[in-house]
C-alpha cells in the first residue's frame, strides 16, 4: 500500500468521517457547552493530565459509536456485491485488508491527536508551566483504542455481513461500556460495583474530578496488552479468508484480556495513583503550594504572609503559621481535616480562584478565622453561611465599619436571608466590648476547625457559646 493509493482510500471512502466526527463533536461537547469541564483545577484547560482525562472520558460514547462505523465500513465489499471477485484475484487478502484498515486508522489517529492538540494549546495559553510526561500515555492509549475498536468492527462485518451487524455492534459495545463504566466518581477515586479490572477494559476513563489524579502505570500496560490484540483480532477477521482463519483470529483478543486482566489492577486506589511529583510541595517561606500549582506562588506568597501577619496579631499565639495548598483527597460531601496552625489554601474555592491582590488577602484571613471544613468545588456548590462568616471575620480582623461579602450574595431567597442574618450578627458583634468581639471570634474559630457549622452565626452574633 503505498501514498497514492491511500489518498485514493481516504478522498472516496467514508474512513475520513470517523476522524472529523470525534474531532469535531468533541470540540462542540467542550465549545458550545458551559459545564463543569471548563470549571476548577481539574478542567480541561487547566492542566495537562486533566486535559488529557477530560478527553479520554468523552470514549465513554464514541468509542461504540467507531465500532459501529467500523462495522458499517467493513461492509463495504458486501454492500457492493464484489466479496467473490476480489477473492479471485491474485493480490494477498492481508494486503486488501490493509487500505480500509489503514486509512480508518490513520483518521482517528489524526482527529484525535487534533483534539489533544487543541487541549494542548489552551493548556499551553493558560499558563500553568507545569509539563508532566503522565498525560502522554493517557493519550495515546485512547487513540489506540478508538483505532482498535474501529477495526475490530470491520473485522466482524466481515465475517458477518449482516445490515444488522453495525447497529448490533455499537449498542452491545454501548451497553458494555456504560456497565464497566459507571464508577462511582464521589468517592476519593472513582470505584465502581463491579469488578475493577473488567472495568479497565474500556478504554473510557470518568470525568477527573481532582487535579493530583492520573492513571497507574498498570493500567497503561494492561489496557494497551488488550486493545493490541483487539486490534490483532479485528485485522485478522479482515483479512480472513477461510473459517480456520477466523476461529485463529480470536487468539489475539483472548490472550489479549487474559494478559490485561493479569496486569490491570483489582484496587480502584491502584487504578487511580497521586501523581507524586505534582503533589510536591513549592514553598516561598511560610507560604506553600503544589508543582502543578507553582504559577500561582508569586501571587499567593505575598498576600499570604501578610494575612498570617494579620490573623497573629488578631490571634496571638493561637495564629496559624503557614499557608499550605489543600492536597487531600475527599470523597463529594466529605468534610476535609483542617488544623489550627495552618490556612489551607483550595484553588477550586471560588473565594480563592478568582482573588487577585487585597481580595486575595482577606480570603486568607477569612480562611484563617472561619476554616471551611466543608470545602467548594464545581461538583458540589458553595456554603452560603460559611462565606457569610468568613466575610464578616475577615471585616472584623481588617477594622472595617460595615461587613464586605467575600463574594457577591446570591439573588436567591436563602442567600438574601443568610446574608442579612449575617448583618445582624455583625451589628451585635461590633457593639460588644473589644473582649467580647475577641472572645467570640476565637469561640467561631474552635467551632470552625471542629466542623460544627450551625453555631458560627449565632456565636458570632452572642447568642449561642461553644
Known amino acids: 500500500m503505498n501514498g497514492r493509493v491511500l489518498g485514493i482510500e481516504l478522498r472516496r ?66 454492500r457492493s456485491r464484489t466479496s467473490e471477485l476480489l477473492t479471485t484475484t491474485p493480490r494477498p487478502a492481508w494486503q ?39 498525560w502522554l500515555p493517557i493519550s495515546l492509549v485512547a487513540a489506540l483504542g478508538l483505532v482498535a475498536g474501529a477495526l475490530f468492527g470491520m473485522g466482524v462485518a466481515r465475517v458477518l455481513p449482516s445490515v444488522l451487524t453495525p447497529p448490533a455492534l455499537a449498542v452491545g459495545v454501548l451497553a458494555l461500556t456504560a456497565m464497566f463504566l459507571r464508577q462511582n466518581a464521589e468517592g476519593e477515586v472513582p470505584s465502581g460495583l463491579g469488578s475493577n479490572r473488567l472495568a479497565q477494559l474500556s478504554p473510557a476513563t470518568v470525568a477527573p474530578r481532582e487535579m493530583l489524579l492520573t492513571l497507574s502505570g498498570s493500567v497503561h500496560l494492561g489496557q494497551t496488552v488488550w486493545l493490541l490484540g483487539l486490534l490483532a483480532t479485528g485485522f485478522a477477521l479482515l483479512a480472513a479468508a477461510s473459517r480456520r482463519a477466523r476461529l485463529l483470529a480470536l487468539t489475539p483478543v483472548l490472550a489479549g484480556a487474559a494478559l490485561a486482566l493479569l496486569v490491570l489492577p483489582s484496587d480502584p486506589r491502584d487504578t487511580y495513583v497521586i501523581d507524586r511529583t505534582a503533589a510536591s510541595l513549592v514553598c516561598d517561606g511560610p507560604v506553600c503550594v503544589t508543582e502543578a500549582n507553582r504559577y500561582r506562588l508569586a501571587e499567593l506568597a505575598p498576600r499570604g504572609k501578610e494575612a498570617l501577619a494579620v490573623l497573629r496579631n488578631v490571634l496571638g499565639d493561637r495564629a496559624p503559621d503557614a499557608v499550605r495548598e489543600d492536597t487531600a483527597l475527599r470523597a463529594l460531601g466529605e468534610d476535609r481535616p483542617v488544623t489550627a496552625g495552618v490556612v489551607l489554601v483550595d484553588f477550586d474555592e471560588t473565594v480563592i480562584a478568582k482573588a487577585t491582590g487585597n481580595d486575595l488577602t482577606r480570603a486568607l484571613i477569612a480562611q484563617g478565622l472561619a476554616p471551611n471544613c466543608h470545602g467548594h468545588s464545581p461538583w458540589e456548590g458553595g456554603g452560603t453561611e460559611d462565606v457569610a462568616v468568613q466575610g464578616l471575620a475577615a471585616s472584623w480582623a481588617l477594622g472595617e465599619p460595615r461587613p464586605v461579602p467575600l463574594e457577591q450574595p446570591g439573588d436567591d431567597e436563602y442567600a438574601r436571608r443568610t446574608w442579612s442574618e449575617a448583618e445582624a450578627a455583625w451589628t451585635k458583634l461590633t457593639a460588644a466590648p473589644s473582649a467580647e468581639q475577641r472572645t467570640r471570634i476565637a469561640q467561631v474559630r474552635d467551632a470552625a476547625v471542629s466542623c460544627e457549622r450551625n453555631l458560627l452565626l449565632p456565636v458570632l452574633a452572642g447568642e449561642a457559646t461553644r
Request: aromatic residues 12%; hydrophobic residues 60%; positive net charge.
Open 13 to 78: 471512502s467514508a474512513a475520513p468521517w470517523a476522524g472529523i466526527l470525534v474531532l469535531a463533536g468533541s470540540l462542540a461537547i467542550f465549545c458550545l457547552i458551559d459545564a463543569v469541564w471548563w470549571r476548577g483545577t481539574a478542567g480541561w484547560t487547566a492542566q495537562w493530565t486533566s486535559m488529557a482525562l477530560w478527553t479520554r472520558s468523552l470514549l465513554s460514547f464514541w468509542w461504540p459509536l467507531v465500532v459501529g462505523l467500523g462495522a458499517l465500513y467493513g461492509l463495504r465489499d458486501a
Open 96 to 134: 486488501r485488508a490493509a487500505l480500509p484498515a489503514g486509512a480508518t486508522a490513520l483518521a482517528l489517529a489524526v482527529g484525535f491527536g487534533l483534539l489533544v492538540l487543541v487541549g494542548g494549546i489552551l493548556v499551553a495559553v493558560h499558563g500553568t508551566g507545569y509539563l508532566p510526561l503522565g
